[in-house]
Nanobody
Framework: QVQLEESGGGSVQAGGSQTLSCAAS????????MGWYHQAPGKQRELVAA???????NYADSVKGRFTISRHNAKNTVYLQMNSLKPEDTGVYYC??????????????WGQGTQVTVSS
């Protein structure tokens, strides 16, 4: 059984910073790409940032220069440092990881989501 546990959400004022963490646990053979998705109220879930096991990164245009994704491979953990937060960053942030639990089994797993509220 694999689980992703997120932490670090909460309320912050516009212009502030917040760091999200997501730790994967369970029977894990390896993890390839890890990422963060944002779901604003009434909207679809969208990719915010992703990072490969080799630490190549990809960001949504809306967060470039403000958010930084990183990972600690030995701890199976991914982080999202969010700076210069805007009210439109408000929503639920979901952690995602492509996890191999056996020699050939690779599938995506999701965290339960953590709420981030940015007030103006």
């Amino acid at each position: 059984q694999v689980q992703l546990e997120e932490s670090g959400g909460g309320s912050v004022q516009a212009g502030g910073s917040q760091t999200l963490s997501c730790a994967a646990s369970g029977f894990i053979f390896s993890i390839t790409t890890m990422g963060w998705y944002h779901q604003a109220p009434g909207k679809q879930r969208e990719l915010v940032a992703a990072i490969t096991s080799g630490r190549s990164t990809n960001y949504a245009d809306s967060v470039k220069g403000r958010f930084t994704i990183s990972r600690h491979n030995a701890k199976n953990t991914v982080y999202l440092q969010m700076n210069s937060l805007k009210p439109e960053d408000t929503g639920v942030y979901y952690c995602n990881a492509e996890i191999r639990t056996g020699a050939t089994t690779l599938r995506p797993y999701w965290g339960q989501g953590t709420q981030v509220t940015v007030s103006s």
